[in-house]
């Protein structure tokens, strides 16, 4: 698939639901209203559209949430999809907040899975109970060594948060190196409302590196996951630090993703509120896969150049309603 930009799409985010166990302050509000059982797509379902974007040559396929081990049977699709390696899907991959990873962990590896992200802001247990709203890092931080131990490679996604975390960024950068995980820092992003104004948890990630290279060696690379971060080498610990910076400097230009969500919503792209429904085609009587093929295709032909992410500093409303527990970051 060719948007209209010359880029390939060749990933596909898929958020299995918009639940989630925590509440972390920069992603949604204390009191969510989730979407009813009832509108969410089948796991077979999710798996035959996943089916259809591998046949249009996605090759990379994660699964996210809000939280996607949450989800009832959810297992059951990561080895649908992991049967389909080899046969189109080059990987599987997901992105969890680590709090079920201790029952998962093993399963996730039998699938298929090699790699995933967890989510961890803070290393300290009264912040992250903060951040998290009623979160205990124990839990997490048990889970990561749980996958660690299954033999998954791991990498720390942590959102930088002014005044949060931005003093956790050397000891978090030691702590990876010492376990033998990448880390991500991700910068916050105007998705949903949420309980305070994001003007206030804006930090620059030029700014962290600046830091951050006072006590550590980094080193540019050319390495590449096929997401949006930017990678340095940690000469000191040998591991990599990326950097995800949709507002200070964005990655449109290389962008290969779209995002599929729990209710057959396809995003084109994470800042733009363009959507694309699958579920019609997909539920229509007697529709084949070239049917749903089709509206993916057109879905492509509309792929946006880029979002339009800002951080307003008159505290006006966040750039997009749509919280970004819906299509999984």
Known sequence: MIDPFGRSISYLRVSVTD?????????MAEDMTFLPKAD????????????????????KIRLTGGEPLVRRDVMALFRNLGA?????????????????????????????????????DTLDAAKFAAATRWGKIDKTLDGIFAAKAAGLAIKINAVALKGFNEDE????????????????????????????????QYLPLSRVRERL??????????????????????????????????LTHNFCESCN?????CTGTLYMCLGQEDAADLRAPLR??????????????????????????????????????????????
């Open 284 to 329: 229509r009587p007697g529709a084949t896969d070239e049917d749903v093929a089709e509206a993916v295709r057109a879905a492509i032909a509309r792929k946006p150049k880029g979002h339009d992410f800002v951080i307003d500093r008159r505290g006006a409303a966040p750039a997009l309603s749509r919280h970004m527990s819906v299509t999984g970051g």
């Open 257 to 261: 993703r779209v995002r599929l969500t």
């Open 169 to 200: 960024f050397d000891s978090m950068v030691a702590w990876c190196g010492e376990h033998g995980f990448d880390l991500c820092l991700i910068e916050t992003m105007p998705l949903g409302e949420i309980d305070g104004d994001r003007t206030d």
């Open 19 to 27: 639940r989630c166990d925590l509440r972390c302050v920069y992603c």
């Open 40 to 59: 969410l797509l089948s796991l077979e379902e999710l798996d035959r559209l996943c089916g259809v974007f591998i046949g249009l040559g996605v090759r």
């Open 84 to 120: 389909r390696l080899g046969s189109g899907l080059d990987e599987l991959t997901v992105t969890t907040n680590g709090t079920q990873l201790g029952r998962y962990a093993e399963d996730l590896r039998a699938a298929g899975v090699r790699r995933i992200n967890v989510s961890l």
């Open 213 to 246: 290279s006072r006590t550590w060696t980094l080193t540019d690379t050319d390495y590449a996951t096929g997401g949006p971060a930017r990678y340095v080498r940690v000469e000191e610990t040998g591991q990599r630090i990326g950097f995800i910076t949709p």
